[in-house]
């Protein structure tokens, strides 16, 4: 069964840093791209980030590029979301995401909250 487990999302002030993790299990991680999508209070999913099975290439949405920084450990099966100079519009709930044999899952969040 693939388990994705998110962590790391808290309240944090305009300008501050977040570390996300996404700690996986039930499927053989370094086959697979991974994802980050996030979902805003009221709104629909939004893809954020994503990451080759290597770890080579990576591509982000243009509201975070510069800003996050996605990652993984192969060797840990676990996805990492550094996110620095945070703004109140990136307020949401955070989740890795897979496609494994045609069917997507995703963990089952963590909240991100950007407010003074």
């Known amino acids: 069964e693939v388990q994705l487990v998110e962590s790391g999302g808290g309240l944090v002030q305009p300008g501050g840093s977040l570390g996300l993790s996404c700690s996986t299990s039930?499927?053989?991680?370094?086959?697979?791209?991974m994802t980050w999508v996030r979902q805003a209070p009221g709104k629909g999913l939004e893809w954020v980030s994503s990451?080759?099975?290597?770890?080579?290439?990576?591509t982000y949405a243009d509201s975070v590029k510069g800003r996050f920084t996605i990652s993984r450990d192969n060797a840990k099966s676990t996805l990492y979301l550094r996110m620095n100079s945070l703004k109140p519009e990136d307020t949401g709930v955070y989740y890795c995401?897979?496609?494994?044999?045609?069917?997507?899952?995703r963990g089952q969040g963590t909240q991100v909250t950007v407010s003074s």
């Open positions: 990451i080759t099975n290597s770890g080579a290439r990576t």
């Open positions: 039930g499927f053989t991680f370094w086959r697979y791209p």
């Open positions: 995401a897979v496609t494994v044999s045609g069917s997507d899952h």
